[in-house]
């Protein structure tokens, strides 16, 4: 299994110019995710997906967009780039949690993409 | 505010040597604590994972405490390695897990040196 995988690995964008990230996943699972990682911050959650065709917004959602139309894939896009969303992005995955009170999924991760945004 | 601090921001040991990093959290309603492992330029990989009963998990020479009255977990690694140098990242679940429920540390950047 290649398990999470991501492209592309680097982007340089300009302002203003759109772009999309892929992710892909390969171990049937349900619940996928997409993070931004910088510097002296923790991982940062932007959107998620409980399910194909279902997406919803994490904590930083702003200036992005997604999609899950296939279970494997997890789409991450970028309307109109911004100096400030310069930074390294994140996918991962996880099964759907069996129960509530039960230590839930541990989250799969794949390589990221570093994007400049100039 | 749901916050998770871990501390120091950075370390430096001597290959062989013990070293220990620490995670505390202010996250409610509690449900899990993870710690993750990030090596330069690839994704975070999960060591261990403790819920609210749990007060020392082991992974080879990776073992994790929780003491979840004082909301503290501590991450111990034994013998250190040079492929230990990473960036470790405690990781809080709050409620059932599902997304947007993750609260993430900063993480501690550890190097191991020869």
């Known amino acids: 299994n290649a398990g999470v995988t991501q492209t592309p690995k680097f982007r340089v964008l300009k302002t203003g110019q759109s772009m999309t990230l892929l992710c892909a996943q390969d171990m049937n699972h349900e619940y996928m995710y997409w993070y931004r990682q910088d510097p002296g911050m923790g991982l940062r959650l932007i959107h998620y997906s409980v399910g194909e065709g279902t997406t919803a917004k994490g904590e930083v959602p702003d200036g992005y967009n997604v999609s899950r139309l296939k279970k494997q894939n997890f789409l991450l896009g970028l309307e109109s780039a911004a100096p400030s969303q310069t930074s390294v992005y994140f996918c991962?995955?996880?099964?759907?949690?069996?129960?509530?009170?039960?230590?839930?999924?541990?989250?799969?991760f794949g390589p990221g993409t570093r994007l400049t945004v100039l | 505010k749901n916050q998770v601090e871990q501390s120091p921001q950075s370390l430096i040991i001597l290959e062989g040597k013990n070293c220990t990093l620490q995670?505390?959290?202010?996250?409610?309603?509690?449900?899990?604590l993870r710690w993750y492992k990030q090596d330069t330029g690839r994704g975070p990989v999960s060591l261990t994972i403790m819920t609210f009963s749990e007060n020392t998990k082991s992974n080879g020479r990776y073992t994790a405490t929780l003491d979840a009255d004082t909301k503290q977990s501590s991450l111990h690694i034994t013998a250190s390695q040079l492929s230990d140098s990473a960036s470790y990242i405690c990781v809080v679940s709050s409620g059932g897990n599902q997304g947007g429920k993750l609260i993430f540390g900063q993480g501690t950047e550890l190097s191991v040196k020869p």
């Open positions: 991962a995955s996880s099964y759907r949690p069996r129960s509530r009170t039960g230590p839930g999924d541990t989250q799969y």
């Open positions: 995670c505390n959290y202010t996250v409610s309603p509690f449900s899990n």
